[in-house]
């Protein structure tokens, strides 16, 4: 069961925007830049933070537009340290870079800013966290990319603890929209797969490969199974017909196999025991809604172990969810369901959205304690 949410007063909804009363004092005022989709820009100052209206994507010009006026807005609030992400090429990364000139600049890890947003969200101090954070991209303090991360950590910093198993995007951006290549990775370009002989040459060849740890590529890829779609008009919209057909489900069973590897400092998730498992289902006829339902269970499986294991090495009992990933409502609540059963204490978002909208919360909050 979900944990009851604090009815907190001193949070409301202003009109194009939000405003969020945090459980710390800043010591100095802080303007968070955000992210590129789904973008937004927070001012923080005391115990108080100011969010934007969302501007969905800042290389479109209208967006990118709203986002300048918002800036220019903000700035007037007299901000001493600015935030941002990671990523050098993201439009609101490169403005805050014009405005190191001017202004202290921190940037701020992508997924620690999801895990340290939803912490402020949910009026947390700051204490020590198993942070799940669920996504489609985001740059890594490796510069790989990352996407399904589980961290421990507080306001301040980090550790990468586990994450899952990286498998390489073979054409970069193109395998968003042509998930099959995400598939014929994870099944290790089997030549059974269509062209997949193809894809294992482009890689060896180290052209335009990028690794990366992410859930929302990893959903893609079973969609694509699946559903048997070799391409996606956008980004998740594979995964999003999915989670749709899990909907449809009246079977409930456990998940598919996978592996959890302990390493030296951690551990890496290999789910590619799921994906042979979910080609044994389709050999055999099973119904597709209950292979997409098994799946979603696998992914909630993968989240409680790996917080079990974190627990018992760590001895943290907090849980905080949060990326674009678990705006996927099957899956959030049969990760909750889990979780809670193992009496970990759980926190989701409650005023703003899971996806990149909460980011700016997180590195305003962040670049306030780190400085």
């Known amino acids: 069961m979900k944990n009851k949410k604090i009815n907190l007063s001193v949070a409301r909804r202003l009109p194009g925007g939000e405003y969020i009363k945090l459980p710390f004092k800043l010591k100095r005022p802080v303007l968070a830049l955000g992210a590129q989709t789904k973008n937004t820009i927070c001012f923080a100052r005391g115990d108080s933070a100011w969010v934007s209206p969302v501007h969905a ?7 990118l537009l709203a986002f300048e006026k918002d800036l220019e807005y903000f700035l007037q609030k007299r901000p001493e340290i600015i935030a941002c992400d990671l990523h ?9 870079s014009r405005l190191s000139v001017k202004y202290r600049l921190e940037y701020v890890q992508h997924h620690h800013a999801h895990i340290a947003s939803c912490m402020a969200d949910n009026n947390l101090g700051n204490k020590k966290v198993i942070g799940v954070a669920f996504d489609g991209t985001g740059l890594g303090a490796d510069n790989h990319i990352w996407g399904a991360e589980f961290l421990l950590c507080d306001y301040k910093k980090f550790l990468r603890l586990a994450h899952l198993k990286e498998i390489p995007l ?38 335009n490969s990028p690794l990366a740890s992410s859930m929302g590529r990893l959903f893609d890829a079973a969609a694509s199974l699946i559903l048997g779609k070799r391409k996606a008009g956008f980004e998740a919209e594979l995964a999003v017909a999915l989670e749709k057909l899990a909907a449809k489900n009246k ?5 598919y196999a996978f592996n959890l590897v302990k390493l030296q400092n951690g551990y890496i998730l290999d789910p590619a025991g799921c994906f042979k498992q979910i080609i044994q289902d389709l050999k055999s006829g099973k119904p597709r809604e209950h292979i997409a339902w098994r799946f979603h269970r696998s992914v909630a499986e993968m989240i409680v172990k790996t917080c079990l294991a974190l627990r018992k090495k760590n001895k943290i009992n907090q849980v905080v969810l949060s990326g674009g990933v678990f705006q996927n409502s099957l899956l959030l609540r ?4 889990l979780l809670c059963k193992e009496g970990f ?6 005023y703003l959205p899971c996806n990149d909208a909460c980011i700016s919360l997180g590195q ?7 400085s």
């Not at 049969?334 to 369901?337: F, R, V």
């Not at 305003?364 to 780190?370: H, K, L, Q, T, V």
């Open 364 to 370: 305003a909050a962040i670049a306030d304690y780190r």
């Open 57 to 63: 994507d800042l290389n479109a010009p209208q967006d």
């Open 334 to 337: 049969a990760g909750l369901d």
């Open 345 to 350: 204490l759980v926190f989701t978002h409650r």
């Open 88 to 96: 050098p090429e993201y439009q609101s990364s490169r403005y805050a």
């Open 170 to 207: 073979v054409g970069g951006e193109r395998a968003i929209m042509e998930p099959w290549r995400l598939l014929a990775a994870w099944l290790d370009f089997d030549k059974t797969i269509d062209k997949g002989h193809r894809l294992k040459k482009i890689y060896q060849c180290g052209i």
């Open 251 to 255: 079977l409930k069973t456990a998940g």
